[in-house]
């Protein structure tokens, strides 16, 4: 009974798929961002609050940032980190995720956990009005290889 249950309400669908989590559409061409001194932002969801105001994106902006996460390739040279938070249970999870430029192509497994370090920007979808965070890299020596997190729920 639950399998045709789920079926008639469209779950799981293409939203809890890995290939969805990188998916956020065309990105506008941003501006240079200039680089700020500042603390480290360590946390997805610092970023994902930011996003939804102007004062949160110009705050952090240009800020270092250094992030760990899964892997999901975008194109060779964007990628997008990604956690699941959790409020309740597996069902009810939504991707936290950034979207990464490197200069030159970057291949990792999906869903391999890197760290990541370089210069947040936020940056406009093209077809929505919607920011979505950024971070900017100067050398793809700063994607590493890293251990997960002994919890991936974690943000």
């Known amino acids: 009974?639950?399998?045709?249950?789920?079926?008639?309400?469209?779950?799981?669908?293409?939203?809890?798929?890995?290939?969805?989590?990188?998916?956020?559409?065309?990105?506008?061409?941003?501006?240079?961002?200039?680089?700020?001194?500042?603390?480290?932002?360590?946390?997805?969801?610092e970023l994902e609050t930011a996003r939804l105001t102007q004062a949160g994106r110009d705050f952090f902006s240009g800020k270092p940032a250094k992030l760990k996460g899964m892997f999901v390739k975008v194109t060779d040279r964007e990628f997008t980190l990604f956690r699941i938070q959790m409020t309740c249970c597996a069902a009810d999870s939504l991707p936290l995720k950034v979207r990464i430029i490197a200069p030159k192509p970057v291949d990792f497994e999906q869903r391999q956990w890197v760290e990541v370090t370089g210069r947040i920007q936020f940056r406009k979808l093209a077809d929505r009005d919607e920011y979505i965070p950024m971070m900017l890299l100067d050398s793809n020596d700063q994607v590493k290889q890293t251990l997960p997190d002994n919890n991936e729920y974690e943000f």
């Not at 989590?21 to 969801?45: N, P």
Request: charged content about 20%; overall charge negative.
């Open 1 to 45: 009974m639950l399998p045709v249950g789920l079926f008639l309400v469209n779950l799981p669908n293409k939203g809890f798929s890995i290939e969805h989590f990188g998916e956020d559409g065309a990105i506008e061409i941003g501006s240079q961002v200039v680089a700020k001194d500042g603390e480290l932002v360590a946390r997805f969801k």
